[in-house]
């Protein structure tokens, strides 16, 4: 009777010995998961909405002012760089100036900025070399017009906005034309520490060398 008891308990251990390893396997999951970083972009826009007004628009996108000139004339023009990028950028701009006459020389002292007293109301143009007096943030260093403070995201800033025709021309640019062409660059701002040189800041690396670019296109 005794190892009849014997048998069944051993019977019963076995039996549970089975059961635990049958549970020895581990629970487990597996998950990913991939950050993407989209990169953002420096953009400009280089408009002149005063200009389109009283212009015509050819093919490549240069303006055509419809009107004859004539020495001493105010022509409203005004390059208008907007910054359309994602974030914040130096601008600056390059002004060319040709023509089909000899005697039809413009210069940078030819462009200026409308100023209208807010007082008198009375109406002045204000040199685009003399403009700091004004608080305008443009300077000149060798070819190029630099805007001295980054410019935001969809904000916009103005070159010039009125061509004075020289008062001395004579009938020898009759019937010529001239052209100025405007040419507007940016950097992006962010993450830059740049170098000033010749009191320029944005546009030099910080070992001084000046920075190349390139077209967005978007």
Not at 130 to 142: Q, T
């Amino acid at each position: 009777m005794k190892k009849k008891i014997a048998l069944a308990c051993t019977a019963v251990v076995l039996v549970a010995a089975v059961v635990v390893g049958a549970t020895l396997a581990w629970f487990t999951d597996t998950e990913a998961k991939t950050n993407v970083v989209t990169m953002g972009n420096v953009n400009i826009d280089l408009t002149e909405p005063s200009y389109v007004e009283n212009a015509t628009v050819d093919s490549e996108g240069n303006l055509h002012y419809n009107d004859y000139a004539m020495p001493g004339d105010k022509i409203a023009k005004d390059p208008t760089i907007t910054n359309t990028g994602d974030f914040a950028c130096y601008v600056r701009a390059k002004i060319e100036f040709t023509s089909s006459a000899e005697g039809a020389a413009l210069s940078d002292a030819d462009l200026y900025f409308k100023y209208t007293d807010p007082d008198t109301q009375a109406v002045s143009y204000i040199s685009i070399n003399d403009a700091s007096a004004n608080g305008n943030k443009w300077v000149k260093s060798g070819e190029y017009w630099y805007y001295t403070e980054p410019l935001k995201k969809n904000d916009a800033v103005v070159l010039f906005d009125t061509v004075i025709v020289p008062e001395d021309w004579t009938n020898a640019v009759a019937d010529e034309d001239f052209f100025i062409s405007v040419q507007a660059e940016a950097i992006q701002a962010d993450n830059f520490k740049p170098k000033e040189v010749n009191g320029v800041y944005g546009w030099y690396n910080s070992n001084g060398d000046e920075v190349t670019v390139e077209n967005y296109d978007d």
